[in-house]
């Protein structure tokens, strides 16, 4: 303790002795002057060097130095003077964190120790990449660019092009040069610049493949640009009355006039009307009465919806569902009543798709081989059909098990050469004199541009018939007994037999796209196809040759027509099925497939059960792979997924759709002709009976007999007899007639089919008259 303390302590003593304490007036035990209280206000001292500076009897000073240093304790014990107040560091100039050309500031004592006190620079920050103008420790702050940046600007999108922003002041300028979006207009380019070319623009020119101004229904549009519709496209709207009903004929269309050549000109879905001759024939000049315009149904025929004279149709139960396992090279058995997988069978090959029931319900499938030689496999659906080679009892699948020697499999069948790859199967309806056969198999060979024709028996490759130029990917017989093929390049192709040969018809498919996938056929001999790239389905007439298109949701594939209410059913990649109208032609509904804790993927074959319900083959969807969905369309829910083999990739006529109807084999009905009119209705006795005119099909498996017998007076016809007048095929119209003049005719029409399909039609029949004309 220095001298000088001890003294003033000695000061404090006597006059604490002497006088008390000192007046307490600022409450920090403080005596007026500022001396220090050494003592407690009521007299009691606190321990030497401690002092109470705060009069709450405590002495929580304690008395250091003289020296009051920056460390945040009152060392003189003396409030009066702040912390680090004699500090000798506090004042020494210091430089912060700014730049070094900042001004240097000084050490203050601050709450955390010592601090370097800066003063504020106001010059503003300039954005010149180098210093710290405002002196805030940091360089360019706020500033977008610097100097003499540049950046490129807008889209080179479209019919956009890039500009180029220049740094002024810390900020990029607006967008210099280039050329930005502006409003889309009718031109074919992408003016808004967002990938699109006229896009939302009202159409207003539709195409029109033959140039007579009228466009199909479904027709592709786009927006009419200034200059009116380009080549190839109508501004004509195709509404109803003005649709084109073949867009590959310049000559039909609704603005065209009726003829005579059993061709629908004016697209309003009849064959020439009001242009007959009253024979019935097409031959100018020709008086005599006509039959068939229209024909009324009998208890024996019926009639198309063209009003042709046919056979009526008995009803042939289905009840399976076949399913190709393409990465597995097995087929899938379902019994579509219980949805239950009740056999599994080697099809002998690799990359099986293609499936078709014959007339007994066997199912034929074709193996793709891609590498090798194709191949068709024929399983038995019925036991008396299956073979016991070492006679120990049947042996074959009944569930998802597969056998190596399964006895209901059929020998396996070589189709083509190398690397023709079987594409498209269909069963013809040659079922032999007793309607008991399975009809005749035909072969599509995809990359061998050939149909085989094998006999549905004895599986031997009967005839092959090249199609240069044609791919067959897909194939349907219709009821007539045609056979009708799409290559996936867009072609349709129609293949007759006449005298042992076959006639084959190509047209070109009216799509916005190529690349067709599914193929079926009505039971009024209408074709189905779909358009896979385009999202389209297409419809063809031959009767009325006439086209018919409606958009679809995406990837349609698969197809099937249920004949009895006239609704197909397409299947899309993404787990969907669509049902459309036929005729016409219109999409009514579509139906998620992703039910029951499944969602099928990779949809691809569809078809129709006898039971009213479709099955779709999908790709993905079950553990074990595949699954066969059914789904009832009545209302619109999946009541079933039966997981199957990997990857069917099955394509055709998987549920026998194509065998639910066969022709009646005969019908037979009359018609009695009066002649030459006369004032009291009674048979003329002058009317000759010239020449029998036939306009008819015979189908690829009927006949057409025509007989007549004469009398003079109607009721005498019951005692005539019939004689045959003409026989088709075979016979040529017109017919020469050597009846007596005078008199009555009656004809006796009788239809005939030697098969399941192939029955004949006849749209019209006349006898040819001369009368005599006025005296």
Same mark, same amino acid.
């Given at each position: 303790?220095?001298?000088?303390? %001890?003294?003033? /302590?000695?000061?404090? /003593?006597?006059?604490?002795?002497?006088?008390?304490?000192?007046?307490?007036? =600022?409450?920090?035990?403080?005596?007026?002057?500022?001396?220090?209280?050494?003592?407690?206000?009521?007299?009691?001292?606190?321990?030497?060097?401690?002092?109470?500076?705060?009069?709450?009897?405590? !002495?929580?000073c304690t008395f250091s130095s003289d020296v009051e240093s920056c460390d945040g304790i009152d060392n003189?014990?003396?409030? =009066?003077?702040? #912390?680090?107040?004699?500090?000798?560091?506090?004042?020494?100039?210091?430089?912060?964190?700014?730049?070094?050309? !900042?001004?240097?500031?000084?050490? /203050?004592?601050?709450?955390?120790?010592?601090?370097?006190?800066?003063?504020?620079?106001?010059?503003?920050? %300039?954005? #010149?990449?180098?210093?710290?103008?405002?002196?805030?420790?940091?360089?360019?702050?706020?500033?977008?660019?610097?100097?003499?940046?540049?950046?490129? !600007?807008? =889209?080179?999108?479209?019919?956009?092009?890039?500009?180029?922003?220049r740094c002024v002041g810390g900020v990029f300028s607006s967008c210099e040069g280039g050329q930005g979006p502006v409003d889309e207009v009718c031109n074919a380019l992408d003016d808004d610049c967002d990938g699109r070319s006229d896009e939302a623009l009202a159409a207003g020119c539709w195409v029109d493949g033959d140039g007579d101004s009228y466009a199909m229904a479904g027709a592709a549009s786009q927006c009419a640009p200034a200059g009116g519709c380009p080549g190839g496209f109508t501004s004509r709207r195709p509404s109803s009355g003005a649709q084109d009903c073949n867009d590959g004929a310049m000559g039909i269309n609704p603005g065209a006039s009726e003829t005579c050549d059993l061709v629908d000109q004016d697209c309003d879905g009849r064959i020439d009307e009001g242009v007959t001759s009253p024979c019935g024939g097409c031959t100018p000049g020709c008086a005599g009465e006509a039959w068939g315009e229209p024909f009324e149904p009998t208890d024996e025929l019926a009639v198309t919806s063209s009003g042709e004279l046919t056979l009526p149709r008995e009803v042939v139960e289905a009840g399976d569902v076949w399913v190709a396992n393409s990465a597995d090279g097995t087929l899938t058995r379902i019994d579509a009543e219980r949805a239950l997988e009740v056999g599994r069978f080697h099809t002998g090959g690799t990359e099986p798709s293609r499936v078709v029931v014959d007339w007994r319900g066997d199912a034929w499938v074709a193996n793709r081989e891609f590498d090798g030689v194709g191949s068709v496999r024929r399983i038995a659906s019925e036991p008396e059909r299956c073979v016991d080679a070492d006679g120990d009892g049947l042996e074959t699948s009944t569930d998802s098990r597969v056998l190596d020697e399964d006895e209901c499999a059929g020998p396996l069948i070589a189709v083509g050469e190398?690397?023709?790859?079987?594409?498209?199967?269909?069963?013809?309806?040659?079922?032999?004199?007793?309607?008991?056969?399975?009809?005749?198999?035909? /072969?599509?060979?995809?990359?061998?541009?050939?149909? %085989?024709?094998?006999?549905?028996?004895?599986?031997?490759?009967?005839?092959?018939?090249?199609?240069?130029?044609?791919?067959?990917?897909?194939?349907?017989?219709?009821?007539?007994?045609? %056979?009708?093929?799409?290559?996936?390049?867009?072609y349709l192709a129609q293949i007759n037999r006449v005298a042992g040969e076959i006639v084959v018809d190509v047209r070109e498919v009216p799509l916005p796209c190529y690349l067709l996938y599914g193929l079926d056929v009505d039971r009024e001999g209408r074709v189905l196809v779909t358009g896979f790239s385009c999202d389209r389905v297409t419809t063809f007439d031959p009767a009325t040759q006439r086209w018919s298109t409606v958009s679809t949701p995406p990837s349609v594939r698969g197809a099937v027509i249920d004949d009895a209410t006239g609704t197909a059913f397409v299947a899309h990649t993404d787990g969907r099925v669509s049902q459309l109208r036929v005729d016409p032609l219109a999409l009514e509904a579509t139906w998620d497939l992703s039910a029951m804790g499944v969602a099928p993927l990779g949809s691809i074959g569809v078809g129709f059960d006898a039971f009213g319900r479709v099955w779709v083959a999908s790709e993905n969807g079950s553990a074990s792979g595949g699954v066969a969905t059914r789904l009832d369309p009545n209302e619109g829910q999946v009541t079933a997924q039966v997981p199957v083999g990997q990857s069917p990739h099955t394509q055709g006529d998987l549920t026998g759709a194509k065998r639910t109807e066969r022709f009646a084999p005969s019908g037979t009905v009359t018609r009695v002709f009066r002649g030459c009119p006369t004032l009291d209705d009674a048979p003329s006795p002058d009317t000759e009976w010239l020449r029998l005119h036939a306009l008819l099909d015979p189908g690829a498996y009927g006949t057409v007999i025509l007989e007549g017998r004469h009398a003079t007076t109607e009721a005498g016809l019951a005692a005539a007899t019939f004689e045959e007048l003409a026989r088709f095929p075979g016979s040529t119209s017109p017919i020469a007639l050597t009846f007596p003049t005078g008199g009555v005719v009656e004809l006796r029409l009788t239809l005939e089919v030697d098969g399941a399909i192939g029955a004949p039609r006849v749209r019209r029949l006349g006898l040819e008259q001369s009368c005599p004309g006025p005296e």
């Open positions: 303790m220095s001298r000088a303390w %001890l003294s003033r /302590v000695g000061a404090l /003593v006597l006059l604490s002795g002497v006088f008390g304490c000192a007046a307490d007036r =600022s409450g920090l035990a403080i005596g007026d002057g500022g001396a220090r209280d050494g003592q407690f206000d009521g007299g009691f001292m606190c321990p030497e060097g401690t002092f109470d500076l705060d009069g709450d009897g405590r !002495c929580e003189d014990c003396d409030p =009066s003077t702040p #912390d680090g107040a004699s500090d000798p560091t506090v004042g020494r100039p210091c430089d912060g964190d700014d730049a070094d050309r !900042c001004e240097d500031g000084a050490f /203050v004592c601050a709450a955390a120790g010592f601090a370097c006190e800066e003063p504020t620079d106001n010059d503003a920050e %300039l954005c #010149d990449g180098v210093e710290d103008d405002d002196c805030d420790g940091v360089i360019d702050e706020g500033c977008s660019c610097t100097g003499d940046d540049t950046r490129s !600007c807008g =889209s080179d999108e479209g019919e956009c092009s890039r500009g180029l922003q190398l690397d023709e790859v079987p594409r498209a199967l269909a069963v013809d309806g040659n079922v032999g004199p007793d309607g008991g056969g399975p009809g005749d198999l035909w /072969v599509g060979l995809h990359d061998g541009e050939a149909v %085989l024709h094998v006999d549905g028996l004895t599986g031997a490759v009967l005839a092959r018939y090249e199609l240069p130029g044609f791919s067959p990917y897909a194939a349907s017989f219709d009821p007539w007994g045609a %056979l009708w093929m799409i290559s996936r390049d867009g």
